[in-house]
DNA sequence: TAAATGATGTCCT
DNA sequence: GGACATCATTTAG
């Protein structure tokens, strides 16, 4: 077993923090039998009744209450009739707010890294639907987390999240992080 | 019930 | 830059 698999506590930071940790892990999938690798680029902080851009602004329903669970968790869910978003729960129980996972680098065999440049294709290359919204992310999940030490958060670029101009005064807050190449 | 609306991707110009 | 495919979820009635 990977010693390096992040444990609950990871996604108890403030969201916007732990967005920035995430970046440059790597987020592990098993399916049928073979392991899919990717270095996670770009994450996006969604957190909390406040934040307009948030589903949880809503209050608590069926499609979101996975957010106000535990952290560490998956939170999957479709938009636009036809793409399914990944997110992981953060904060502590009853707190609803989650990272959405924007962007990876696949990490292929022959060394060239595969660019998953948004939401719905990430969901798409490593398998994942509505099935696996609420699964705890651990080995026995076949979809779990590496971290990777960072010294510092240089290299970070922050800019307003993507497709979000329906939050009003939310839309620009800086809360979408790039990984620097 | 029924209407409105997206945490998007792809193709077009 | 813009059109649009396409449907689960939410909200209104």
């Known amino acids: 077993m990977n010693k390096k698999l992040v ?10 923090v732990v967005a920035q940790k995430l970046l440059g892990c790597f987020l592990i999938r098993e399916y049928k039998g073979r392991i899919i690798k990717a270095k996670i680029t770009e994450t996006e902080a969604y957190r909390g009744v406040h934040d307009l851009a948030c589903h949880a602004s ?24 036809m793409h399914y978003m990944l997110n992981i729960v953060t904060e502590k129980e009853g707190y609803p707010a989650a990272v959405l996972i924007r962007g990876m680098h ?12 948004g939401p719905g294709k990430i969901t798409k290359r490593i398998h994942l639907n509505k099935n696996q919204n609420g699964l705890r992310l651990d080995h ?26 329906y939050a009003g005064h939310c839309k620009n807050w800086k809360w979408n992080f790039k990984l620097v190449d």
């Open 140 to 165: 026995d999940s076949k979809i779990w987390v590496e971290a990777v030490k960072r010294e510092n958060r240089s290299g970070i670029i922050k800019g307003p999240r993507i497709g979000v101009d």
């Open 7 to 16: 444990k609950q506590d990871f996604f108890l930071d403030h969201t916007s």
């Open 106 to 117: 696949l990490l292929k065999p022959n060394n060239i890294s595969e660019n998953l440049d």
């Open 58 to 81: 809503k209050g608590i329903t069926e499609r979101t209450k996975t957010m106000f669970g535990p952290p560490g968790r998956l939170y999957i869910y479709m938009v636009y009739g």
